[in-house]
């Protein structure tokens, strides 16, 4: 996994997380670019680049599927839940560490 | 289901638009209306969804160039040719060749996958690949 590609994922994640947000969107932009920048310089046999890039994907897999935008809207907040956010309930929460979507084999409750 | 209706609706509509412009387009004495030429430009400016055809080489260059040239980045908006290269002729280095190579996407409404994002380098080269996606607009 290179660093470009955990950049790629990371940039792309944040547009997904931060949707018609520009303000945090951007502020997100500035700061993976600047976490990438910081390192930028490392020799290529550095043995932090390795943990750095894993944290990236997975800083880039949060945001996909644990970010949650809301707008207030009166007295309770309406959230957007997307295509790639994570849903589970009291019992997939006995599963472990999988990740839930919809849409997937494994349906809960009575189904 | 209205969201369908109205698709259909709009595709059935669309070759009786098309010829209608095309007529238009006939009737008009050559050169008779020269002002009328920047109000053709403003109304291709906007796309719909349902105006078919391909992107043209010049327009996707363009674009692109439109892109590139409010990424604060570029060395100099002059080096900004159909062959440059984002790295040797632009001075962008390879994060901000990403960041470029996204901003594309989301002017074409498409998502490129990383192994086609990898190979984009250089100006002509996303043309290319833009010009050979049917889903770009």
Do not use: W
């Not at chain 2, 080096?79 to 190579?101: C, K, M, R």
């Amino acid at each position: 996994m290179s660093a470009l590609q955990a950049y790629r994922h990371l940039m792309r994640a944040a547009r997904v997380a931060f949707d018609g947000d520009a303000r945090t969107l951007t502020a997100a932009y500035e700061s993976i670019s600047r976490g990438f920048r910081e390192n930028q310089n490392l020799p290529a046999n550095d043995p932090t680049i390795a943990p750095a890039i894993a944290h990236a994907e997975e800083v880039a897999s949060f945001l996909r599927s644990n970010v949650v935008q809301g707008r207030k809207e009166g007295e309770s907040y309406k959230l957007r839940i997307h295509q790639d956010t994570e849903r589970g309930d009291n019992d997939t929460i006995k599963l472990g560490n999988q990740s839930i979507k919809i849409g997937e084999e494994h349906k809960c409750c009575s189904a | 289901m209205f969201r369908t209706a109205a698709l259909t609706a709009a595709r059935v509509a669309r070759p009786a638009v098309a010829s209608a412009v095309r007529v238009a387009g006939v009737a008009r004495p050559a050169g008779a209306f020269v002002a009328a030429v920047p109000k053709v430009a403003a109304f291709q400016a906007v796309r719909f969804y349902s105006a078919g055809g391909h992107l043209k080489k010049e327009e996707v260059f363009s674009r692109i160039a439109q892109v590139l040239s409010g990424f604060d980045k570029v060395n100099d908006p002059k080096n900004i040719t159909e062959t440059a290269h984002f790295a040797n002729d632009l001075g962008l280095d390879s994060l901000d060749t990403v960041e470029v190579v996204m901003a594309i996407e989301e002017e074409f409404s498409i998502e490129i996958p990383d192994k086609d994002a990898d190979q984009i380098h250089s100006v002509d080269k996303a043309v290319e690949y833009i010009l050979s996606q049917p889903d770009a607009n």
